[in-house]
Antibody, heavy 122, light 107 residues
Framework: EVQLLDSGGGFVQPGGSLRLSCAAS????????MNWVRQTPGKGLECISS????????YYADSVKGRFTISRDNSKNTLSLEMNSLRAEDTAVYYC???????????????WGQGTLVTVSS | EVVLTQSPATLSLFPGERATLSCRAS??????VSWYQQKPGQVPSLLIY???NRATGIPARFSGSGSGTDFTLTISSLEPDDSAVYYC?????????FGGGTKVEIK
C-alpha cells in the first residue's frame, strides 16, 4: 500500500523558513516523480513544485520560484521542500503527492500524503 | 494559465439519484483532465484520470467523459458516503490547474 507521510509544518513569522518532509513507502520511490501541492480556502489547490524520479528536473510555480527548493533522497525514500522568505500567503496545508510517471512532471496525482499545515503570521 | 470552471458550486441530491458535475476549461486540454474527491477533513483522492479512466479501486458508479474544453463527472447512483467536494484538474499546460470544486451534499 502506498503511504506518504508529510511532516515539518508549523507556525513561522513572515520572512522565516521551514523544511517539509515526506516519507514514502509501499512503492518504488526511485521510479516516480513527486510533487508538493498546497491547499487554502481562498486559492484552492495549487501544485507548487515537482521533481523527476532522478531529481534532475524540477518545476516551481511562479508563486514560490526563488524561495522554495524541492529535493529528494532516493536512498531514504524521502521528498523535501525547503521554504524560505515565507509570506502570509504561503499559509496552507501542504501535501506531498505522487505522480504516475518517472520524468513527465505534467501529470495528475495518484496518491497524496495526509498534509501538514504551515501558518505564516506575525 | 488554463482556468477550470466547475458547476454547479453545490449539488444537493437524494441517495440513489444521479449526479452530473461539469468542468469547463478556458482552452482545449484534450483529454488531460482528472477528477478528485475530497471528503470533509480528508485528503483529496484520485477518482478519474485522462478524462474517463477510473483510478484503482474506484467504483463503477463513478464515470468521466469529455474532451477539449468540456468534461463531466457522473455519479450514477449516489450513496451517503459520496458527500464530498469534487475537483477537476488539467495537466496538459503549465501550470497544472484545478477547478474551484463542486460540493455534493446528500439529502
Amino acid at each position: 500500500e502506498v503511504q506518504l507521510l508529510d511532516s515539518g509544518g508549523g507556525f513561522v513569522q513572515p520572512g522565516g523558513s521551514l523544511r517539509l518532509s515526506c516519507a514514502a513507502s509501499g512503492f518504488l520511490f526511485t521510479n516516480y516523480a513527486m510533487n508538493w501541492v498546497r491547499q487554502t480556502p481562498g486559492k484552492g489547490l495549487e501544485c507548487i513544485s515537482s521533481i523527476s524520479s532522478n531529481g534532475v528536473t524540477t518545476y516551481y510555480a511562479d508563486s514560490v520560484k526563488g524561495r522554495f527548493t524541492i529535493s529528494r533522497d532516493n536512498s531514504k525514500n524521502t521528498l523535501s521542500l525547503e521554504m524560505n522568505s515565507l509570506r502570509a500567503e504561503d499559509t496552507a496545508v501542504y501535501y506531498c503527492a505522487k505522480g504516475p510517471f518517472s520524468d513527465h512532471l505534467l501529470s495528475y496525482f495518484d496518491h497524496w500524503g495526509q498534509g501538514t499545515l504551515v501558518t505564516v503570521s506575525s | 494559465e488554463v482556468v477550470l470552471t466547475q458547476s454547479p458550486a453545490t449539488l444537493s441530491l437524494f441517495p440513489g439519484e444521479r449526479a452530473t458535475l461539469s468542468c469547463r476549461a478556458s482552452q482545449s486540454v484534450t483529454i488531460s483532465v482528472s477528477w478528485y474527491q475530497q471528503k470533509p477533513g480528508q485528503v483529496p483522492s484520485l477518482l478519474i484520470y485522462d478524462a474517463s479512466n477510473r483510478a484503482t479501486g474506484i467504483p463503477a458508479r463513478f464515470s468521466g467523459s469529455g474532451s477539449g474544453t468540456d468534461f463531466t463527472l457522473t455519479i450514477s447512483s449516489l450513496e451517503p458516503d459520496d458527500s464530498a467536494v469534487y475537483y477537476c484538474q488539467q495537466h496538459i499546460n503549465r501550470p497544472v490547474t484545478f477547478g474551484g470544486g463542486t460540493k455534493v451534499e446528500i439529502k
